[in-house]
C-alpha cells in the first residue's frame, strides 16, 4: 500500500459496511515496523522541504537587499550627476552667456558677419543651457526634493503631455502629502515608468493620473484608454518595468493592482502606506 492510503486507511476512513480484516499480532507488529519506517521518511522528507524553503527565503530576502541598493545607488548617482552638471556646466553656461552679451554690447564695429557670428553664437549657448536643464531634470527634477513629489508629479505629466501630445489629466486629492526622501521618490519613478509604458505601449489618446490618500496610505493611479494591457504580460517574469515597479512598492509595505481590457485600457493602482 502506497504513503497516502496507508494514511487514508488509518485516519479511519472504513465506512459502515467495509469488511474489516482482524491482523495478527505479528501482521501487525510488521505494519507498525512499516508505518515507523514511513514516519521516519516523512520527517526527513519533511526536514528537507524545510530546508529548500528556508534556502529560498534567504535567496529571496538577498535578492530584495540587492534590488534595493542598487535602486539606492543608481538614484544616488543620477543626484550626483545632477547636481554636477547644474554646478560645473549650467552655471559657467550662463556666465559664458553673460560674458558674450557684454562683449556684444562693448563690439564697436557695425561688421555684420561678426555680428552675426554674435547671434549664431547666443543661440548655440541657449540651445546648450537648455539642453543641460533638460538633462539635470530629467536626471533628478529638482521639485521632487525642494517642492515635493506633487509638484514633481505636475511636472512630469507635463513633460509626457507636451511629448507624446496625449491629453493628459491630474485628479489630486493629496497635494500636501509628506513624503521622505526614498518613498518619494519610489512613488515618483514609478509614475514615470507608467507613463513611460502609456506612451509606448497604449496606443491611448488619454490618460489620468489620480493621487489620493486612503487609510493611511497614498493612492497612485494611471488610468489609459489604449489597448489594454494582458494578462500573461502582467504576470510575465520578463516585464522588468512592472516587476520594478512592484519591487519598490513591496519595499514600503505597499500594494500594486494592474488591470487591463482589451480595447479599452489600463489601470495601474499602487498603494504605499504613508
Ligand atoms: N499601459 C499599457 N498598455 C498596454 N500594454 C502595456 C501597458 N503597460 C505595459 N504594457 C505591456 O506590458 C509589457 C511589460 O511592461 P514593462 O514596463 O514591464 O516592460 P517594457 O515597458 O516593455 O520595458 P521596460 O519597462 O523594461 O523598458 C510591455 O512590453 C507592454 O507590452
Ligand atoms: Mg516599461
Not at 31 to 56: F, G
Not at 87 to 106: G, I, P, R, T
Not at 207 to 215: A, G, Q, S
Not at 217 to 236: A, K, T, W
Request: glycine share 6%.
Amino acid at each position: 500500500m502506497d504513503l497516502r492510503n496507508k494514511a487514508r486507511h488509518y485516519a479511519g476512513e472504513i465506512g459502515s459496511n467495509d469488511r474489516v480484516e482482524y491482523l495478527s499480532t505479528g501482521d501487525l507488529r510488521r505494519e507498525i515496523d512499516e508505518l515507523r519506517t514511513d514516519n521516519v521518511a516523512l520527517l526527513k522528507e519533511n526536514e528537507r522541504l524545510r530546508m529548500e524553503r528556508q534556502a529560498l527565503e534567504t535567496i529571496r530576502d538577498r535578492y530584495e537587499a540587492l534590488y534595493r541598493h542598487v535602486q539606492f545607488l543608481r538614484e544616488q548617482e543620477k543626484y550626483t550627476f545632477s547636481r554636477a552638471i547644474h554646478d560645473e556646466l549650467s552655471q559657467v553656461l550662463a556666465v559664458l552667456k553673460m560674458e558674450l552679451c557684454w562683449l556684444e554690447e562693448h563690439f564697436d564695429s557695425e561688421n555684420t558677419p561678426v555680428r552675426r557670428q554674435f547671434d549664431n553664437l547666443k543661440k548655440l549657448l541657449d540651445h546648450t543651457i537648455r539642453a543641460s536643464k533638460q538633462i539635470t531634470s530629467d536626471l533628478r527634477p529638482y521639485m521632487l526634493d525642494e517642492l515635493g513629489l506633487a509638484s514633481a508629479v505636475k511636472w512630469a505629466a507635463k513633460e509626457f503631455k507636451n511629448r507624446s501630445g496625449i491629453e493628459t489629466e491630474l485628479v489630486f486629492a493629496a497635494p500636501s502629502i509628506k513624503f521622505e526622501k526614498q518613498r518619494a521618490t519610489a512613488a515618483f519613478r514609478i509614475v514615470q515608468e507608467l507613463l513611460d509604458n502609456v506612451e509606448r505601449h497604449a496606443g491611448a489618446s488619454k490618460v489620468t493620473i489620480r493621487m489620493h490618500t486612503e487609510n493611511d496610505c497614498l493612492v497612485l493611479e494611471v488610468i489609459d484608454n489604449g489597448c489594454g494591457i494582458s494578462r500573461p504580460l502582467i504576470l510575465s517574469t520578463v516585464s522588468f518595468g512592472l516587476m520594478g515597479i512592484r519591487e519598490r512598492t513591496r519595499e514600503f509595505g505597499g500594494d500594486v493592482a494592474i488591470t487591463g481590457k482589451p480595447g479599452a485600457g489600463t489601470r495601474v493602482t499602487v498603494s504605499i502606506p504613508i
